[in-house]
């Protein structure tokens, strides 16, 4: 397998997304391996989560030293944050993490889907959310702190938001919003 650390931005063909689709089926076995013998699994990595965002989104892979983790074809920066728990999530923000745009990656590991959130923001606007009842983003940023958000709560639940696409693993396939998206999303709520 070549190792793209080497490279500036990757673009997502379909030869490797179907290569990360492999990698999550092992990354899943493990994951549920270390569950069953511990208090928690193994964070989603972001050699798997990013490459799907890019693929669904058509995005560039940055693998380089540029700012964020993809480019838009607009240039824009973004931002993923993704999360292998569907019903709650935490990530963490580096103090001087900047982009344009931020994206949510919410994986089912149970149906093998991504539900993937453009929340439409950026670092900007993202510092002026409550990092508590007394901070914000931006004040603990600012202290040198990582403030740690629940993305599912702030913006997925806050704004009763609907996934933008939706990938189905197994498959290598996406739904955008469409007729066929929606028939999806229905089949998906009646199994949950």
Same mark, same amino acid.
């Given at each position: 397998m070549p190792i793209y650390n080497e490279f500036g931005r990757i673009k997502i063909d379909a030869a490797r997304i179907d290569e990360t689709c492999n990698a999550y089926f092992k990354w899943k076995d493990l994951n549920t391996y270390i569950s069953n013998n511990s208090h928690r699994g193994i964070n989603m990595? *972001?050699?798997?989560s990013e490459p799907m965002g890019c693929y669904c989104l058509g995005y560039e892979w940055n693998r380089g030293d540029e700012v964020g983790d993809a480019t838009a074809p607009d240039g824009? %920066?973004? &931002?993923?944050k993704a999360t292998s728990r569907f019903e709650g999530d935490l990530s963490s923000f580096g103090p001087k993490c900047q982009f344009d745009d931020l994206v949510f990656l919410r994986f089912d590991l149970d149906n093998n889907l991504l539900y993937i959130y453009d929340l439409q923001v950026n670092s900007e606007e993202f510092g002026k959310y409550p990092a508590n009842s007394r &901070?914000?983003?931006? *004040? @603990? %940023?600012? @202290?040198?702190?990582?403030?740690?958000?629940s993305l599912q709560t702030l913006f997925v639940e806050?704004? %009763?938001? &609907?996934? *933008?696409?939706i990938f189905d693993i197994r498959k290598c396939q996406f739904y955008r919003r469409t007729e066929e998206y929606y028939k999806r999303l229905l089949e998906l709520k009646k199994t949950q």
């Open positions: 990595p *972001d050699a798997i824009r %920066k973004i &931002e993923f &901070e914000t983003i931006q *004040d @603990q %940023k600012n @202290q040198g702190r990582r403030p740690h958000i806050a704004k %009763k938001l &609907e996934p *933008d696409i």
